[in-house]
């Protein structure tokens, strides 16, 4: 049985012009110890998807349709007090490397240590320090720094403590939103390094999420491609990479550049996503698409089986 | 386009130093060198790349180049023109042929100014064309930026727009003077990697229309390879490297340039792609907070460099000498050249920019 | 991003956007209606001469009347001691609020908010000068400097009292506009100005002057109930403008002539407006304050 498996999930937001439809009908599994890259450009709903996961959307914010079914049962009906057992013991966050994930009036070693007493109100003082040591030496932070307060760390080093608090009551699935955002890119390859070295080690599951694929590439085994609310490609990252179907999977991998060769032109994809409020009846990329044919502006989309484990939505790739 | 060999802007042994005032719980202000001793030159119509980190000065150099601060020491020549200088009329001739596009499309437009209003009022300040052609004027840059048909985007205002539409309507007021001079200060770090490309054709398309000449600040080397004639790399104030660009990122001879080329994110088919690991996983401590802080020349990557050797990087400050016409780093054991000529071999490995 | 309000363009559209929710507000509501109910009665005040020259709030006796009179069906509120119209001086003293009310704060604001930008962009030497003067200038009671002037000069003009009122109270106004001034100045856009090569007074006017204005706006409600409230103490004090009815007149003249326990229909009616107008400013400012507020906005989303 798959650790995660979700089947036609959808959410929308309520707001001022009628509801917003940021996730919809979106089915993926996620075995124990893989990792799923989610990768699409703002507003496609993969932070949505990952506050969902998490029990965490906010107030005008619900899930309308589907199941999220975590170790065979469905977290959608859970309520309240059954998102408090499962949030950091079952599923945890890694945060952005902002400075507001960590309080900074409180040591940052404190913190973790608070992280664990919440959780196991039954553990001792003195295991929960060496647990927090403990941890410390796992994600890599000198153990003297424990009583250290945030700011006395650098950057790499705070991202290494959220990582550390997320670890803190061994979760099995972790969902990483854009953890290396306001990183330079050599700290950022630091810890890329480190999630991945981690989550073999310990045997994690990860939902990396991510406007960018080539920081996804680097953790995750599998890549789901989300646009407009819809994943539109799943399968693993080296069939999506080498054989990429959906014609918007196409057009995000052209959008990055090689450091050998000729210097070819990037191709972008012109224009911008549609509007969730009111999408359109058929497929949601046929107008910046190059290969629409005449139905796909009405005809709804259906998945094309690829491969035994890739697949894509688009009725004009098959 | 074509670069000449002329020179458009010339930083002369530029050094910046910010000082903190003395508080109530430091008695001493404390000064921070943001930039030391910088000398590099721009060619006409060239695309330059500054690269380096959060901290290294990359930022400082295209605000004083703008003029948005003056330097502490040396000298910034525009066409032959000390530029630090400048005043009154001089000053505003200045600022018709040097322009900026700012990091932050959500924070560099005014949320109250209408995008026409924003696009023209460069032309007003200037007094350039008047209300009749200056729409005509505005409409025709917007759809040069991408943003069409223009007159769809004139009424509207920054909220309404997406952060690539918005650094298009940045750049569209930056280029509607004909600058010939513009510093992009990463352009593209908040917005999507899928819109990151489309701004940089934006760029390069703006460089062959207008022969614009660019100083591109950016923290991926991907990135400044895709756009750029010819990079600098810096690293704490100081440069580091400074070549054609295809040379720089096939046979860096810096070990921080390698260091960045190591960590840039990547996907495809990166199998065969050479990992120098010039980087030490945990910086030598000491030398920064130890005796005589402040005082001791000492090459600034010494503490995260894996090859560096202690009795000569520690104790000096390495020059910025040629290595070949054109090429020139700032170390004392320069890596051997082509260490392996097809590095990065792969063309279907692909970087994050 | 997903879940955010789609935003609507402009002054126009941030305008439309605030009294959406203005509108939610319960203290906006009642403050904006009582302020109405308070412009109707001013500009009603007109009509009261217009029908009988005795209705005159100044100048109108009833002529079968020298003395104050309980309401009647020829003076609802009744009359004063010399027989003029209590509904008509009331009706007077609205207009003579707003008048000072809004002309005070609207100068006190003027001054507040240019002093204020003026200081906050050219920093240094004339910030430290102007926030010096708006500190002496701050710490001066104002009512007592009125006083002292009046007694130095004898009475005062309603425009002269307006105009002394304005010079005291913008240090508050510009103190708060100079921090904003402050932080804008370092964002983007106002760098991506000067890098045009717009001027200082472009820069302050063209991209400063709208992004403070609202907070001015709201500093005005919360200018109008003190300027009201000092109009009103120096006219009971017998400082106010002998020319014209204010409430604080009318008090007065309840207080000096010996009624101030014998007339309630006389004595009540003013001090009840002085009361309301203050207090229906400022709930309207309270309301204002939420629109502008993006902290409290949010937890009135989340509720």
């Known amino acids: ?318 | 386009m074509e670069v000449t060999g002329e020179h458009i802007v010339e930083f002369e042994g530029v050094t910046k130093i910010y000082k903190s005032k003395a508080s109530l719980f430091s008695r001493s202000s404390e000064e921070v060198v943001a930039l030391r001793d910088l000398t590099l030159n721009i060619r006409k119509g060239e695309i330059f790349g500054l690269v380096g980190e959060s901290g290294s000065g990359k930022t400082t150099a295209g605000r004083l180049l703008v003029k948005l601060e003056e330097p502490t020491e040396g000298v910034i020549k525009l066409d032959g023109t000390d530029i630090t200088k400048l005043k009154g009329g001089r000053l505003k001739e200045f600022r018709r042929n040097v322009q900026m596009i700012f990091q932050d499309p959500y924070q560099s437009l005014n949320p109250q100014v209408s995008i026409f209003e924003a696009v023209c009022e460069p032309l007003v300040i200037h007094g350039i064309g008047n209300s009749g052609n200056r729409k005509e004027m505005v409409e025709e840059m917007l759809a040069l930026v991408g943003l069409s048909p223009p007159e769809d985007f004139l009424a509207r205002y920054p909220h309404q727009l997406s952060g690539g539409q918005r650094q298009r309507v940045a750049i569209a007021r930056a280029m509607i003077l004909k600058p010939t001079m513009v510093v992009a200060d990463e352009p593209t770090s908040m917005l999507d990697a899928s819109i990151s490309a489309q701004i940089f054709n934006i760029l390069l398309d703006m460089r062959e229309r207008f022969q614009v000449s660019i100083l591109f600040i950016t923290h991926s080397l991907a990135a400044a390879r895709y756009l750029c004639d010819r990079l600098g790399v810096i690293y704490k104030g100081s440069l580091m490297e400074l070549g054609p660009s295809g040379v720089i990122i096939a046979e860096p001879r810096h070990p921080y340039t390698q260091a960045l080329i190591d960590a840039l994110p990547k996907f495809g088919q990166c199998g065969s792609v050479f990992h120098y690991g010039t980087l030490l996983a945990e910086e030598r401590r000491g030398i920064e907070d130890g005796e005589g802080k402040g005082t001791k020349e000492f090459c600034p990557f010494f503490p995260r460099c894996r090859p560096a050797r202690a009795e000569k990087c520690a104790n000096a400050m390495p020059r910025l000498e040629n290595l070949s016409p054109g090429h020139a780093i700032r170390c004392f054991f320069p890596a051997r050249p082509s260490l392996q000529v097809e590095t990065a071999g792969s063309s279907k490995c692909y970087y994050g920019i | 991003m997903a879940g955010s309000v789609q935003k609507r363009a402009g002054f126009k559209g941030a305008f439309l956007e605030g009294w959406e929710i203005f509108k939610e507000s319960l203290l906006g509501r009642i403050g904006l209606t009582l302020i109405l109910i308070f412009a109707l009665m001013a500009v009603a005040s007109f009509i009261p001469p217009m029908i009988d020259p005795m209705y005159h709030p100044m100048h109108g006796v009833d002529p079968e009347i020298s003395f104050s009179t309980g309401p009647s069906l020829r003076h609802w509120l009744g009359t004063d001691f010399m027989g003029r119209d209590i509904l008509s001086q009331l009706l007077a003293g609205a207009r003579v609020a707003f008048m000072v009310g809004v002309s005070a704060a609207f100068m006190s604001i003027f001054l507040g908010t240019s002093i204020g930008m003026i200081a906050g962009y050219m920093g240094k030497a004339v910030d430290t000068m102007l926030m010096r003067l708006a500190d002496m200038i701050m710490v001066m009671p104002t009512l007592l400097v009125v006083l002292i002037l009046s007694s130095l000069f004898g009475q005062l003009n309603i425009w002269t009292i307006v105009l002394i009122i304005a010079l005291f109270r913008w240090p508050g106004v510009s103190r708060v506009i100079r921090s904003q001034t402050l932080s804008l100045k370092t964002r983007p856009f106002i760098e991506a100005a000067r890098v045009a090569g717009a001027s200082h007074f472009r820069i302050i006017f063209r991209h400063i002057m709208p992004n403070v204005l609202p907070l001015s706006f709201l500093y005005m409600t919360f200018r109008v109930t003190s300027a009201i409230i000092i109009e009103a103490a120096l006219a009971f004090l017998g400082f106010g403008d002998p020319g014209t009815v204010s409430w604080g007149m009318m008090l007065q003249w309840v207080w000096k002539t010996g009624h101030m326990f014998k007339a309630p229909y006389w004595l009540l009616p003013p001090g009840i407006c002085i009361s309301l107008i203050t207090l229906s400013f400022y709930m309207l400012g309270r309301a204002m304050d939420e629109v502008l507020d993006p902290r409290l906005r949010k937890e009135a989303d989340a509720s």
């Open chain 1, 1 to 318: 049985m798959a650790l995660l498996e979700i089947e036609g999930l959808s959410i929308g937001y309520g707001t001022r012009n009628g509801l917003l439809r940021a996730v919809e009908d979106v089915s993926f599994t996620l075995e124990a110890g893989g990792s799923l890259g989610l990768v699409g450009e703002s507003g496609c709903g993969k932070t949505t998807l990952g506050m969902a996961l998490m029990g965490l959307l906010p107030p005008n914010g619900k899930i309308m349709a589907g199941k999220i079914l975590f170790e065979g049962q469905d977290l959608k009906e859970s309520t309240e007090e059954q998102w408090r057992k499962i949030r950091w013991r079952k599923i945890s966050m890694i945060f952005q490397a902002a400075m507001n994930a960590l309080n900074p009036v409180h040591r940052v070693g404190d913190q973790i240590a608070e992280a664990i007493s919440t959780h196991r109100p039954e553990m001792p003082e003195r295991e929960i320090m060496e647990r927090v040591a403990e941890l410390y030496r796992l994600v890599g932070i000198p153990v003297e720094r424990i009583k250290d307060y945030p700011h006395q760390y650098s950057g790499g080093m705070r991202q290494r403590a959220i990582i550390a608090m997320a670890l803190a009551c061994n979760p099995r699935l972790i969902i990483a939103d854009e953890p290396t955002t306001a990183l330079d890119v050599i700290v950022q390859d630091q810890i890329l390094k480190e999630i991945k070295k981690l989550q073999e080690k310990l045997g994690l599951s990860i939902i990396f999420i991510s406007h960018d694929i080539s920081i996804v590439a680097e953790v995750c085994e599998d890549i789901g491609v989300m646009y407009a609310g819809q994943l539109v490609e799943w399968g693993p990252k080296e069939a999506v990479f080498e054989n990429p179907v959906h014609p918007y999977t196409k057009a995000l991998l052209a959008s990055y550049p090689t450091l050998m060769g000729e210097r070819e032109r990037l191709r972008p994809i012109p224009g911008e996503p549609p509007n969730l409020v009111s999408p359109p009846p058929g497929c949601r990329f046929c107008d910046r698409c190059p290969s629409a044919g005449k139905s796909c502006k009405s005809q709804a989309p259906v998945w094309a089986q690829v491969g035994p484990r890739h697949k894509a939505l688009c009725n004009a790739c098959s």
